[in-house]
């Protein structure tokens, strides 16, 4: 059985979710997230993901951003797992999947849905009670989010990872 296509819309934003296969953790370390991010500050940057919200869970990551062309979101997450598969492989010495299936995405509405999925995206460390503040928590877009608005006066920016 085939999967179906990706809905794929141009000029609109997504939540974008990777699981670990079974639910295993896919960060042990703190040079796991930091690879992590260095690899999605790579691939934003070449194929053009405009990054608004980000948090890195033991097991998950969310995403919420919007590409700037629609047919590269598939490319941007296929190199973005492929290098941190690579990467998690051969730092642990394991073969084979990392990720449970591929990507889920799901397309947002540029209006106050936006801004709340990117506060459920932050506030998952929170929920899951590894924090107690959003701001506690390393390994998501909070903290940047909030300096970025406030500098700029902005709101809705782009995470410059």
Not at 122 to 142: G, L, M
Request: aromatic residues 14%; charged residues 25%; proline residues 2%.
């Amino acid at each position: 059985m085939s999967i179906g296509s990706r809905l794929l819309i141009e000029k609109a934003c997504y939540h974008l979710i990777i699981r670990g296969n079974q639910q295993q953790a896919i960060f042990l370390l703190e040079r796991d997230y930091q690879k992590f991010i260095s690899s999605l500050r790579k691939y934003k940057k070449k194929y053009r993901f405009l990054l608004y919200g980000f948090c890195l869970m033991p097991n998950h990551v969310h995403l919420v951003g919007e590409p700037i062309e629609a047919k590269n979101l598939a490319k941007f997450m296929q190199c973005l797992n492929r290098s941190y598969t690579a990467y998690f492989n051969k730092h642990y010495t394991k073969v084979g999947h990392l990720w449970q299936g591929r990507f889920k995405s799901k397309v947002i509405v540029k209006d106050r849905y936006l801004f709340d999925c990117i506060q459920y995206v932050e506030f998952n460390p929170v929920r899951a009670k590894i924090v107690t503040t959003a701001a506690d928590y390393r390994w998501s877009s909070y903290r940047e989010r909030l300096l970025i608005a406030e500098a700029k006066g902005r709101l809705l920016n782009d995470i410059n990872i």
